[in-house]
């Protein structure tokens, strides 16, 4: 990414007379150089044997000068075929490079083309000596020890060695950090080592792990404020694996033959409604036409015309593997089915699928894993006395957060609230995430409470001590709800809920109606008081009736949109 | 130090003189990266809303005569083709609505032939691989109206960059490499392009013309972590307002862009101190030559001067042109090209 100039202090940009001189006479020997190196390139002989001096002259100076390494490489490529074929004379021309090459890394260590001209000579001997190119990635991360280049040129020597799961990797990004506990590049390189050397002998990987927790205690207790450790303790606590499944699935009948299907799913997915499967062919999947992409989500839907109008959706839909842009091809797949009697929820949702979206398409480097709750705990309780002997630091007190959320349950939720809270007046500058996640604390709990629902269609949610800021899973909101109240909270964008039929989102802080397309049961929407100063975006709510946008902060523009009364 | 206000007709200058500075010495070794330089300034001048500042013509021309003949364009001219440079000068052409100066099928195949068979990209034939690699393709080819089988198999590509994905959220530029925000917001500038089309299949064509329509196109923000991955990036911001690219790193006015566009894409700018930004990057400017500097009290360059105005205008800087944060073009641009808005 470095391709401006970094670091150079104005003051000294000012040249005195004999620096411009020297400034000058650099700049005609850099052109009359380039002139010799591409008259030769260009001559009936380029690849004359003066030729590698007159490209080695030219990067001397400049080594991101591309065309030039291509050239040499071009070079070396005719020579390795013609004078110098023999094994002895390869290695001496190659070593040649190798040295020069050394040299220069060590004044320009971020050059990107230094390090791929490296690659390349090392991939054209026959037997590199890997062990030396370890020796300078270990020289150049001790010289600065987050180079990424110096880390990225170290696991690409390892992978040509075949040496990427190495047990001494492990012991050497121990040293890494033992050295300095703010070497994120090495607790990084941590995350990726264990799981691919420790392979299925899981209780190494557990011995490794649990001796990191204490790496990580004894740095976070020398240096609180350094964000290194505290974000690998978040990968030493893990996540959750978690499959593909239908959270629920509703049918409703839209008009006459035709039926919307709306399928929610636990992670956002990226689907193609064209490839589901229904069981009974009388029945077919309407196409719509959409000239917008839409954000993929956790909700899909689509719409199924019945053979003739007014009959009850009765049928059987299966989504195949196929209908899922899914990351990788070598996912282990089975296939979901949703079975429709007639009413308007699925009767029976059946099947998983085993996606990756979380993990890496490596099988070695996917294992994640997920800490018992007593570690959680164990956790907890550490950082816990942190905080409270640190209580101005901000990192002790976002752990705190990360583990109540994770262990749950009324106490923990209100005590992270409250950390929250205490997290907004240490950290302003990010006091909107701080707000966020109260938000989500509340809707969760908010959620909770619906788990249950009467039969009755529209639930006031309860009053909240908060004004929510966001709605972190409008699609979990059970389906049998479509009427939904959420007036006087903080919103800036509308909430997505699926299934709604009518919201109201008077008096918060909208700026812009989108994603109405999203929201394909939407009839009536009230979205008075807010900052809206626009009505673009409302023609996406196709099934849109009626819609209040009175008391916004400038006075909205009158727009027509066809079937939509709009009260201004 | 500076003013506090954006230093416009100063920058426009300091752009304007940028081909003046024969006598030294970087503006030689600066070479190979010429038509990078033409892109950061031109697109810096379209979005200070001074359009007119460089000739248009002769920009063109200067393009053109970096083309190989195999549709690839060179850093400048005598200069091997690159993807780097193929993006920049795809780029130029777009926002001069030039496009039609070159043969956008040939360009196309020259950047789908550097897919590999594991989805990701090569910069040149030596191939050196790295997800930026795979940002310039693909940016590319849908500036040209080519982001389709079959000059590119998307679903690998796709799955090359997921394989990217660290447990942090972020992305490296190859498994394994740790997370940067450059490489970031190549990866998710990517997946925020890549716009899957489902095209109805051939026995159920109708006549009808909404039928032969796409049927529904979504781009693959599904593959990356929202909450965690914007929260990281909202951690790059510093007490002095900066943002840096990893922990534990120095602050750079370049990440102004690399960060912000991406929680732009993600629409969680509003979690960062966005007026502490601001004033940062307006202290970055050299009030004395115009120009943008990596951060205050440093020497201004061209590349920063970009990232730094692009990132006031997705603050929402007032006189600024709206810059898209997938593409860091002007969103006029995009929407003559037909290319559909940020959802």
């Known amino acids: 990414m470095a391709d401006g100039s970094h670091n150079q202090k104005k003051s000294s940009a000012v040249l005195s007379a004999a620096e411009t001189e020297a400034n000058k006479r650099r700049t005609k020997t850099y052109i009359d150089k380039w002139a010799v190196m591409a008259t030769m390139r260009d001559s009936a002989d380029p690849f004359d044997a003066s030729a590698l001096d007159a490209t080695q002259a030219v990067v001397e100076l400049n080594p991101d000068a591309y065309t030039v390494w291509n050239y040499r490489r071009r070079i070396l490529t005719h020579l390795f075929a013609t004078s110098h074929s023999d094994e002895k004379d390869r290695v001496l021309l190659a070593k040649q490079d190798l040295k020069l090459l050394e040299k220069l890394i060590r004044i320009h260590p971020k050059s990107y083309w230094l390090w791929v001209h490296r690659r390349w000579v090392l991939e054209n001997m026959s037997s590199p000596d890997w062990d030396r190119e370890l020796l300078i990635s270990q020289m150049m991360l001790d010289l600065d020890a987050r180079n990424f280049h110096g880390w990225s040129y170290r696991r690409s020597v390892l992978k040509s060695a075949g040496r990427l799961q190495d047990l001494a990797e492990i012991e050497y990004t121990n040293a890494k950090i033992r050295q300095n506990f703010s070497n994120y590049s090495a607790w990084h390189y941590r995350s990726r080592l264990i799981p691919s050397v420790t392979g299925e002998d899981f209780e190494q990987r557990d011995s490794i792990i649990q001796k990191d927790f204490e790496t990580v205690r004894n740095a976070i207790y020398t240096e609180p404020a350094d964000q290194s450790a505290w974000l690998y303790q978040r990968w030493l606590l893990g996540q959750k694996p978690s499959n593909l499944i239908v959270e629920w699935a509703i049918a409703e009948h839209a008009s006459d033959a035709k039926f919307i299907v709306i399928v929610c799913f636990n992670a956002p997915v990226s689907m193609n409604p064209s490839k589901v499967i229904l069981s009974d062919a009388k029945y077919r999947i309407e196409r719509t036409a959409t000239n917008s992409p839409i954000m993929p989500s956790h909700v899909v839907s689509f719409s199924i015309i019945a053979p003739q109008a007014d009959t009850p959706l009765k049928l059987e839909i299966c989504l195949k593997p196929d209908c899922f842009n899914l990351p990788t091809s070598n996912s282990q797949l089975e296939e979901i089915s949703l079975s429709f009697d007639g009413t308007r929820s699925a009767m029976r949702v059946e099947g998983t699928i085993t996606t990756q979206s979380n993990a890496q398409t490596d099988n070695t480097l996917q294992m994640n894993q997920y800490q018992p709750l007593e570690i959680w705990e164990r956790e907890l309780a550490s950082i816990r006395e942190l905080a409270e002997f640190e209580p101005e630091s901000k990192w002790p007190w976002m752990a705190l957060v990360h583990c109540l959320k994770e262990l749950g349950g009324e106490n923990n939720v209100r005590e992270a609230i409250s950390v929250c809270d205490t997290l907004e007046r240490l950290d302003p500058d990010r006091k909107n995430y701080y707000r966020d996640t109260i938000s989500d604390f509340h809707w969760n709990q908010t959620l909770d409470k619906l788990t249950n629902p009467s039969t009755s269609e529209s639930i006031g949610i309860p009053p909240m001590p908060w004004k929510l800021t966001r709605i972190p899973t409008p699609h979990l909101l059970p389906p049998i709800l479509t009427i939904l109240n959420l007036a006087n909270h903080a919103l800036t964008d509308i909430p997505v809920f699926p299934c709604l039929r009518e919201l109201n989102v008077d008096n918060n802080l909208i700026q812009i109606v989108r994603r109405l397309d999203m929201m394909p049961l939407l009839q009536r929407l009230s979205i008075k008081k807010n900052m809206l100063k626009s009505l673009r975006g409302l023609e996406g709510g196709k099934g849109l009736k009626e819609v209040w946008v009175s008391e916004n902060d400038s006075v909205v523009e009158q727009v027509d949109v066809e079937r939509v009364l709009i009260h201004y | ?343």
């Open chain 2, 1 to 343: 130090m500076s003013d506090n206000r954006l230093l416009t007709d100063l920058h426009v200058s300091y752009i304007q003189g940028l081909d003046k500075k024969k006598e030294s010495f970087e503006y030689w070794a600066g070479e190979h990266l010429r038509l990078n330089g033409v892109y950061w300034g031109l697109t810096s001048l379209h979005l200070l809303k001074h359009e007119s500042a460089l000739d248009s013509n002769e920009v063109i021309e200067y393009v053109l005569a970096c083309r190989h003949s195999n549709g690839a364009f060179g850093g400048h001219t005598g200069h091997d083709a690159h993807l780097l440079y193929t993006l920049s000068a795809v780029q130029i052409l777009c926002t001069l609505d030039a496009l039609d100066r070159i043969d956008r099928d040939q360009t196309a195949k020259y950047v789908a032939s550097l897919q590999q068979p594991d989805g990701s990209f090569a910069g040149d034939e030596y191939s050196e691989i790295d997800t930026r690699f795979s940002y310039c393709a693909l940016s590319c080819l849908s500036l040209l109206g080519k982001l389709q089988a079959p000059f590119v198999d998307i679903s690998k590509a796709v799955t090359f960059i997921h394989s990217c994905k660290n447990f942090d959220g972020g992305y490296g530029s190859v498994p394994g490499a740790e997370s940067h925000s450059g490489q970031i917001f190549c990866c998710v500038g990517a997946l925020a392009i890549v716009v899957f089309i489902f095209i109805v299949p051939k026995h159920e064509k109708t006549t009808n013309d909404t039928a032969r329509a796409p049927q529904l196109s979504q781009n693959r923000l599904d593959l990356v972590e929202t909450d965690r991955l914007a929260w990281w990036l909202a951690e790059r911001q510093l007490k002095n307002g900066g943002l840096n690219g990893r922990p534990e790193k120095l602050e750079d006015v370049c990440y102004s862009w690399w960060v912000l566009s991406c929680l732009s894409i993600l629409d969680r700018i509003h979690w960062i101190n966005r007026e502490k930004l601001v004033q940062f990057i307006l202290n970055a400017q050299d009030t004395d030559t115009g120009g943008i500097a990596d951060r205050p009290g440093d020497v201004s360059d061209v590349f920063h001067t970009l990232f730094g105005i692009a990132g006031l205008s997705l603050l929402g800087y007032p006189g600024l042109e709206p810059v898209d944060p997938r593409y860091c073009m002007p969103v006029k641009v995009l929407q003559r090209l037909g290319i559909p808005d940020q959802p």
